[in-house]
Structure formats: structure tokens, C-alpha cells
């Protein structure tokens, strides 16, 4: 066989070299845009997705009636047409209007058998003690897994004579996704469920006076994240609830449960007369951060301190309402530190709330500015920063829970100039019934 000549050989080493350019330049392009797919699928909403598919498969399947799908039995009991998004808002808090916020009402009922078709009942009128608000609005993928996990280990750990409430503020979006995972959690655990779909923008409109006055101090700016209505709905929770419901708790939907709610709902017998709230202490040293200029001018306050303290550190303690006597010898045992409250968890006894001058007279924008001013608080936490003042210049409003049904698991604040002191803060002493798996923190096995 011939010998190629040098230049021939030449330019075809380079044609080949050109041709691996080329397919390399193809190969990095594909990849590229599979990371892009990758980023938006992550970030955008479910629905959304929902739909794109579907202009590639509405050639090959049909849609299903009603968004249930072949392993879902409706049945129609107590009709009443399901009001839409739409209705217009009234600020008079009559039983009518707060049905205007409502998207639809069911109960879901498991199979008779594993096979079976799930029953679903339109309700109308339904009461019950166990009465558990979310709000889940915005969806995106990672919102949508806490919401799951949060439905799955409030069935699972539930038990079955005892039937729960889920109220769930949320938009058009949102919705159909809540309905899909509640579904699927009801045949999983063999455990019925009523729950209530309510508009979350008409809710909020319910507490716009409220947002108005808490915002500017309680936000670091206008449009950050705790500035949304959403972050503010607990203050005005009772103009929401129906008039008849006494006592309800609001969970974050990045809660997960380790024991049965109905212990949960046990604490309000703990609660004494005067108790409108229950939350528990926030976990970490963003109150004492906050509170560094109060601190510096009181330095032996316990606003902003751990919740467990040594018997010295509270013995050294100045008394929060007169900063003059120091505690009594038997009531070190009684005391521990103000570390803030966590809005992760709280517990609401409406009735009382409803009916407390008091605690109306604190909304108003005038008791807010007083109180910030005294504290020289500026927060950026949303409703968990009038809670903290709250409980702190009325300790009798408020109930404290125990850490152990609100385990947070940031730890954002440790690696922030705090290190030194943040495992003080994190201490939660007893058996974990609830986790919060806030600042996206994983929840343990």
C-alpha cells in the first residue's frame, strides 16, 4: 500500500483534530443543556411543570375528569358549589364572608380494601378538636417535599380514632398539589382526613391593617422575604377560623412529626387562663444578635440569653420588668433564659384571642413603635418578632412550649460570629416529638 506524503498526512491529522473540536464543542453543549433542564426543573413550579408536559402527551392520553385519577371514587354528600378564587373580599368578619375565603372542603376516606377507590365527600359544617393550619403557596419543588413529608408524618405517628382537621391556606397552583399528596398519604397509612383548601390572597387581604403595621419594623426591607402577608397570617389567624373553633395550632410545612398530634393539642391544658399563645424558644442566638445595642445598655438582662442557663448565670440575672431585684433563691429552679420565641409551632386559643383588649391593643402600629423603641429591637422575622416582644412584655399572653415539640435544626447562625456560644442556644433537653427543619436543615431518620 502507498505512503501517504507528509502533507497529505498532515492535513488529515488536522481534518481530525477539527472533527474532535467540533464533536467536543457538540458534547459540551448537550451537557450544558441538560444542567439548564436540571436548574429549571428544580426551581420551577409543579404545576408548571405540570402543563409543559403536558403539550407532549394530550395527543396520547386523555385528560381525567375532576383531577382525580382511576384509583379515586367521588362521591358527592352535602353539595355545595366550590367557590372560586374570585369572590370578593369584605372586611366585615361575618360567617359569610369567611366562607367566601374558601376554596372547597373534603374528607378523604381510605379503601375498603388496598385495591380500592379512595372516598371523597364534599363536607360543609363539619367540626373538630383537632384543628392544624399550613400554609402552602408558591410551590416550587423543594416546598413540595416538605409538604409531603409533613402530611406523610402527620398520618403516620396519628392514630386512627381520631379524626383530623387540615386547613390549608394556598393558591390556584398550589392547590391541586396538596390534594395529589394528601391522597396518596391517606391510602398509604390507611387514615381519613377532613381538610379545607382556603384562598391564601383573600386571607390575606383578612390582615392587611396587620401586615401594614407590623412591616416596617419587622422586616428588613419592604419586599423581603418575611415582608409577604404569609408571615404575619398567625397574628390575624382568628378573623380567618371559623367563629365556632376554639383552638387550632399553625405548623410551618417543614415541620415533621414524631409523635401523634393529639399531644400536641393536649398542651392547651396546660395553658392557664390568662395563656392566648403557645410557643416554644427559638434555638439559636438571632435575638441576641438583634437585641446587641438592649444588651449592651442592660447587660445582665435575659432577653436574648439561652434558654438553659447554669443556677449562677440566672442568679446574676436582673429582673426583666424593673432591672433592680435580683431573683429569689427558690425561684432559680422556675427561671431559664429569654431566648426569643420560634413562630414554627404555635399553639392558638382563638376563643380568648378574640376576646382580649389587650392583645387587639398591641396591633395597633402606635404599641409597636413604644414597644420596638423600648427593646431598641429592629427584627426581620416576620410574626416571631411580635411573638418574642410579646411574651417577653406580657409573659402571661404566652405559653411556653417545650423545645421538643419545636426542635429547630438551623444552625445558620454558627457559622455566622457565633460559634462560641451557639451550642448554649441549640441545647434541647428531653425526647423530639416534632423536628423543623428550617434554614432547609435535614430532619433525622
Same mark, same amino acid.
Given at each position: 500500500?502507498?505512503?501517504?506524503?507528509?502533507?497529505?498526512?498532515?492535513?488529515?491529522?488536522?481534518?481530525?483534530? $477539527?472533527?474532535?473540536?467540533?464533536?467536543?464543542?457538540?458534547?459540551?453543549?448537550?451537557?450544558? !443543556?441538560?444542567? +439548564?433542564?436540571?436548574?429549571?426543573?428544580?426551581?420551577?413550579?409543579?404545576?408548571?411543570?405540570?402543563?409543559?408536559?403536558?403539550?407532549?402527551?394530550?395527543?396520547?392520553?386523555?385528560?381525567?375528569?375532576?383531577?382525580?385519577?382511576?384509583?379515586?371514587?367521588?362521591?358527592?354528600?352535602?353539595?355545595?358549589? &366550590?367557590?372560586?378564587?374570585?369572590?370578593?373580599?369584605?372586611?366585615?368578619?361575618?360567617?359569610?364572608?369567611?366562607? !367566601?375565603?374558601?376554596?372547597?372542603?373534603?374528607?378523604?376516606?381510605?379503601? !375498603?380494601? *388496598?385495591?380500592?377507590?379512595?372516598?371523597?365527600?364534599?363536607?360543609?359544617?363539619?367540626?373538630?378538636?383537632?384543628?392544624?393550619?399550613?400554609?402552602?403557596?408558591?410551590?416550587?419543588?423543594?416546598?413540595?417535599? *416538605?409538604?409531603?413529608?409533613?402530611?406523610?408524618?402527620?398520618? *403516620?405517628? /396519628? &392514630?386512627?380514632?381520631?379524626?383530623?382537621?387540615?386547613?390549608?391556606?394556598?393558591?390556584?397552583?398550589?392547590?391541586? /398539589?396538596?390534594?395529589?399528596?394528601?391522597?396518596?398519604?391517606?391510602?398509604?397509612?390507611?387514615?381519613?382526613?377532613?381538610?379545607?383548601?382556603?384562598?391564601?390572597?383573600? +386571607?390575606?387581604?383578612?390582615?392587611?391593617?396587620?401586615?401594614?403595621?407590623?412591616?416596617?419594623?419587622?422586616?428588613?426591607?419592604?419586599?423581603?422575604?418575611?415582608?409577604?402577608? $404569609?408571615?404575619?397570617?398567625?397574628?390575624?389567624?382568628?378573623?380567618?377560623?371559623?367563629?365556632?373553633?376554639?383552638?387550632?395550632?399553625?405548623?410551618?410545612?417543614?415541620?415533621?412529626?414524631?409523635?401523634?398530634? @393529639?399531644?400536641?393539642?393536649?398542651?392547651?391544658?396546660?395553658?392557664? #387562663?390568662?395563656?392566648?399563645?403557645?410557643? !416554644?424558644?427559638?434555638?439559636?442566638?438571632?435575638?441576641?444578635?438583634?437585641? %446587641?445595642?438592649?444588651?449592651?445598655?442592660?447587660?445582665? &438582662?435575659?432577653?436574648?440569653?439561652?434558654?438553659?442557663? &447554669?443556677?449562677?448565670?440566672?442568679?446574676?440575672?436582673?429582673?426583666?420588668?424593673?432591672?433592680?431585684?435580683?431573683?429569689?433563691?427558690?425561684?432559680?429552679?422556675?427561671?431559664?433564659?429569654?431566648?426569643?420565641?420560634?413562630?414554627?409551632?404555635?399553639?392558638?386559643?382563638?376563643?380568648?384571642?378574640?376576646?382580649?383588649? $389587650?392583645?387587639?391593643?398591641?396591633?395597633?402600629?402606635?404599641?409597636? @413603635? #413604644?414597644?420596638? /423603641?423600648?427593646?431598641?429591637?429592629?427584627?426581620? $422575622?416576620?410574626?416571631?418578632?411580635?411573638?418574642?416582644?410579646?411574651? %417577653?412584655?406580657?409573659?402571661?399572653?404566652?405559653?411556653?412550649?417545650?423545645?421538643?415539640?419545636?426542635?429547630?435544626? +438551623?444552625?445558620?447562625?454558627?457559622?455566622?460570629?457565633?460559634?462560641?456560644?451557639?451550642? #448554649?442556644?441549640?441545647?434541647?433537653?428531653?425526647?423530639? #416529638?416534632?423536628?423543623?427543619?428550617? +434554614?432547609?436543615?435535614?430532619?433525622?431518620?
Amino acid at each position: 500500500m502507498a505512503e501517504m506524503s507528509p502533507g497529505f498526512r498532515d492535513k488529515f491529522i488536522k481534518v481530525i483534530k $477539527l472533527g474532535h473540536l467540533k464533536m467536543a464543542k457538540v458534547m459540551f453543549l448537550i451537557i450544558s !443543556a441538560i444542567v +439548564c433542564i436540571v436548574i429549571f426543573y428544580a426551581n420551577t413550579n409543579i404545576i408548571g411543570r405540570r402543563s409543559l408536559f403536558a403539550l407532549f402527551l394530550n395527543n396520547r392520553s386523555e385528560p381525567v375528569v375532576g383531577g382525580f385519577d382511576d384509583q379515586t371514587n367521588l362521591i358527592i354528600e352535602n353539595t355545595n358549589p &366550590t367557590l372560586p378564587l374570585a369572590n370578593a373580599y369584605a372586611s366585615s368578619p361575618t360567617e359569610g364572608n369567611r366562607k !367566601a375565603l374558601i376554596i372547597k372542603s373534603l374528607l378523604i376516606r381510605p379503601p !375498603a380494601s *388496598k385495591t380500592g377507590a379512595l372516598e371523597i365527600f364534599n363536607i360543609t359544617g363539619q367540626t373538630s378538636d383537632y384543628n392544624i393550619f399550613v400554609i402552602y403557596t408558591k410551590e416550587n419543588y423543594q416546598l413540595h417535599v *416538605k409538604f409531603e413529608l409533613f402530611a406523610r408524618s402527620l398520618l *403516620k405517628f /396519628s &392514630t386512627s380514632d381520631v379524626l383530623l382537621y387540615l386547613h390549608v391556606l394556598t393558591d390556584e397552583n398550589s392547590a391541586h /398539589s396538596v390534594d395529589q399528596m394528601l391522597e396518596k398519604e391517606v391510602r398509604r397509612y390507611r387514615r381519613a382526613i377532613m381538610y379545607t383548601l382556603y384562598s391564601m390572597r383573600l +386571607c390575606a387581604e383578612r390582615v392587611v391593617d396587620i401586615v401594614n403595621s407590623m412591616t416596617p419594623y419587622f422586616s428588613s426591607t419592604p419586599k423581603s422575604y418575611y415582608s409577604d402577608s $404569609l408571615f404575619f397570617l398567625s397574628l390575624g389567624l382568628h378573623r380567618i377560623a371559623d367563629e365556632s373553633m376554639e383552638r387550632a395550632v399553625l405548623l410551618d410545612c417543614d415541620i415533621v412529626f414524631r409523635a401523634d398530634v @393529639r399531644l400536641l393539642f393536649a398542651e392547651f391544658e396546660r395553658f392557664s #387562663k390568662e395563656n392566648l399563645f403557645g410557643l !416554644a424558644p427559638e434555638l439559636t442566638p438571632v435575638y441576641r444578635h438583634i437585641l %446587641y445595642r438592649y444588651r449592651a445598655n442592660f447587660p445582665n &438582662t435575659d432577653f436574648g440569653s439561652p434558654f438553659y442557663m &447554669t443556677p449562677n448565670e440566672i442568679y446574676n440575672l436582673v429582673s426583666a420588668e424593673t432591672h433592680a431585684h435580683k431573683i429569689r433563691k427558690s425561684e432559680r429552679h422556675l427561671r431559664h433564659g429569654y431566648p426569643g420565641l420560634n413562630s414554627g409551632v404555635v399553639l392558638l386559643h382563638l376563643r380568648r384571642i378574640r376576646h382580649s383588649r $389587650l392583645y387587639h391593643d398591641q396591633l395597633q402600629e402606635t404599641a409597636i @413603635r #413604644k414597644l420596638t /423603641s423600648k427593646y431598641m429591637f429592629k427584627g426581620h $422575622l416576620g410574626d416571631q418578632d411580635f411573638f418574642t416582644l410579646l411574651g %417577653y412584655e406580657f409573659p402571661n399572653l404566652i405559653y411556653r412550649l417545650d423545645c421538643v415539640w419545636n426542635r429547630q435544626l +438551623c444552625t445558620w447562625w454558627k457559622d455566622h460570629g457565633y460559634s462560641d456560644v451557639f451550642d #448554649k442556644y441549640f441545647t434541647c433537653k428531653g425526647r423530639i #416529638k416534632m423536628y423543623h427543619g428550617n +434554614c432547609n436543615a435535614r430532619v433525622p431518620e
